[in-house]
């Protein structure tokens, strides 16, 4: 069975700090990865996807996948209080095209 | 990405009852899928919706207790059958197109009294 884990937190950052939110995963033949956004009482947002090894980067947010340690990270450079919310890793093992496994999430408060 | 309607948006339900709930895309998309989101926990997949044909469950959600249909590209029914107090949760549908990353509508929040 397929897991994803991340720790729940909650994480608090200092506004204007660098957010790292960690994923790591069970499944080898997993192919793609996401990061959704989940503001309380809302659904979740997709940020960020990555489905080669190294970084991706999309304005302040920078996806990080490393398939041979099965982790994937989510770097949020200067955290905006904005930011504050549930961050929620998802895999699956063909780009879009199949179900997607999603970890508990990670709570996120930025600290003005 | 598509526009995805969800509808009811919330809904406070009598235990014993079913409620349909509605996902419609403004483009033809490939897959369709529904979610649940228990409160505090993260998305649990019921079932993606196949066009034309039975949905596929996943382990731990039957056909009789959640119906789903999808007659076309656009649009699939979610129903949740006989319910009961653990039924309470949010409920949700995903689209993706070919290649495409899910996104999803904005959830229906089911209370069962």
């Known amino acids: 069975q397929k897991e994803v884990e991340q720790n729940s937190g909650p994480l608090s950052v200092p506004e204007g700090a660098i957010a790292s939110l960690n994923c790591t995963y069970s499944?080898?033949?997993?192919?793609?990865f996401f990061w959704y956004r989940q503001y309380s009482g809302k659904s979740p947002e997709l940020i960020m996807f990555?489905?080669?090894?190294g970084d991706k980067e999309d304005g302040r947010f920078t996806a990080q996948l490393n398939k041979a340690s099965q982790y994937v990270s989510l770097l949020i450079r200067d955290s905006q209080p904005s930011d504050s919310a549930t961050y929620l890793c998802a895999v699956n093992g063909n780009f879009g095209n199949e179900k997607l496994t999603f970890g508990t999430g990670t709570r996120l408060t930025i600290i003005p | 990405s598509a526009v995805i309607s969800q509808k009811p948006s919330r809904d406070i339900c009598q235990r014993g009852t079913s409620l349909t709930i509605q996902c419609q895309v403004d483009s033809q998309v490939t897959m369709m899928f529904w979610y649940r989101q228990q409160p505090g926990q993260s998305l649990t997949l019921i079932a993606t919706a196949n066009q034309g044909s039975e949905a596929t469950y996943e382990s731990g959600f039957v056909i009789d207790k959640f119906p789903i249909s999808r007659p076309n590209l656009t649009f699939s029914t979610l129903t949740v059958s006989n319910m009961s107090p653990e039924d309470s949760s949010i409920y949700l549908c995903?689209?993706?197109?070919?290649?495409?990353?899910?996104?999803f509508g904005d959830g229906t929040r089911l209370s069962i009294l």
């Open positions: 499944d080898r033949g997993s192919q793609s």
């Open positions: 995903s689209v993706a197109g070919s290649n495409q990353p899910q996104h």
């Open positions: 990555i489905y080669s090894n």
